[in-house]
């Protein structure tokens, strides 16, 4: 059962990626204008810088949830946490980033 949700999941971030580029096109029609929307450098190095620190708080989280379990579920949880830390990353750059 769990293979199966895991395997719909995966396939519906598959199509969500694939197909973003018309659910999210790169043009908005205002009225009779077309309105070309541009990438700002500004908003480029905010969001890198804030993507950023999100990344660098993900061990004090592991640590935090690490210290929540007993001794021989540490590492597993931490590791749970960098696992999470990767797939988001991966998912943020092939989704909203990309």
Avoid: C
């Amino acid at each position: 059962m769990r293979k199966i949700i895991l395997s719909v999941i995966l396939i519906t971030i598959l199509v969500l990626a694939v197909f973003s580029i018309y659910l999210f096109p790169e043009s908005t029609v205002l009225g009779a204008h077309v309105v070309e929307l541009k990438l700002d450098t500004g908003d480029t190095a905010w969001m890198l810088t804030a993507t950023g620190l999100v990344l660098l708080m993900t061990p004090g989280l592991g640590f935090f949830y690490g210290g929540m379990v007993g001794k021989k579920n540490v590492i597993s949880t931490v590791l749970q946490s960098f696992i999470a830390m990767v797939i988001v990353t991966v998912l943020w750059v092939v989704v909203a980033f990309g």
